[in-house]
């Protein structure tokens, strides 16, 4: 069989992006895992290299990093935990920006159970409340600050169920193991559709939940790594970002 010059050259094109496909070890923050995963397939999609995703809270990755584990970008929960790991030099200069601005909302899967004001929170009418760690979860921490700036904290501790991180928050409020419980407002919200009942939290009663996204030593010469920082900033990225329900970095 004979081929014709121009596709052996189409051939050797597909060869050369083959040969140059790199992974891109991502570790993010359990209330952005959903929205990650349709960002890392078309980031596939768009560059040939593939991102492999851990998902977890901001607390135990930090930890993780320090203590040497394999990861090239980290999309942390918070802001200053990315910050912190810049500070500690474990991290490319320059690389640390804001993807995504978070939201926290009290959430039931049960329709009407919630008002749109937060007095269902306030009134006590329910046996469990779940929110995640606030020792390692910033969506923790947040839910923690907004009891305490409503004077809820020290009467709501019976009733606390706490998750490992906001994934397995939104898991024990959706199997019923609490009633209602602080979740993201991404891990409730796709395209703007919304099941269950809930209240967004004024975001005068938390600190921002501004998300960063830092490219870690152990990567600076990895071309995926790199790759995969600037699609983040894409328009298509942005997108499914702001389809969340995320705010966007100005």
Do not use: C
């Not at 979860?137 to 305490?148: D, L, N, R, S």
């Amino acid at each position: 069989m004979t081929f014709k010059p121009f596709a052996l050259f189409i051939m050797g094109l597909s060869g050369i992006h083959t040969a140059m496909a790199e992974n891109v070890q991502i570790a993010v923050a359990a209330n952005f895992a959903v929205p990650m995963q349709k960002i890392a397939n078309q980031f596939q999609q768009a560059t040939g290299h593939r991102a492999i995703l851990s998902s977890g809270s901001t607390g135990k990755f930090y930890t993780q990093i320090k203590n040497g584990a394999p990861f090239d970008v980290f999309l942390s929960a918070d802001g200053a935990t990315p910050e912190r790991l810049e500070r500690e030099n474990e991290t490319v200069s320059g690389s640390r920006y804001t993807y995504a601005i978070g939201k926290l909302v009290l959430w039931s899967p049960q329709i009407n159970f919630i008002d749109k004001k937060g007095q269902t929170l306030i009134s006590g009418r329910y046996d469990h409340i779940a929110i995640a760690n606030p020792k390692v979860a910033p969506y923790g921490m947040a839910a923690q600050h907004t009891m305490q700036k409503l004077n809820l904290w020290f009467n709501l501790q019976s009733k606390l169920v706490q998750g490992e991180n906001i994934g397995q928050t939104h898991q024990f409020v959706e199997t019923g193991n609490a009633e209602l419980g602080f979740v993201a407002l991404s891990q409730i919200q796709s395209d703007g559709k919304i099941s269950g009942s809930y209240w967004l939290v004024p975001q005068k009663l938390y600190n921002p939940l501004e998300q960063q996204a830092v490219l870690l030593n152990k990567a600076r010469d990895n071309a995926a790594a790199k790759a995969f920082m600037s699609f983040l900033k894409s328009t298509s990225t942005r997108n499914v970002i702001k389809s969340y329900g995320y705010d966007l970095p100005k």
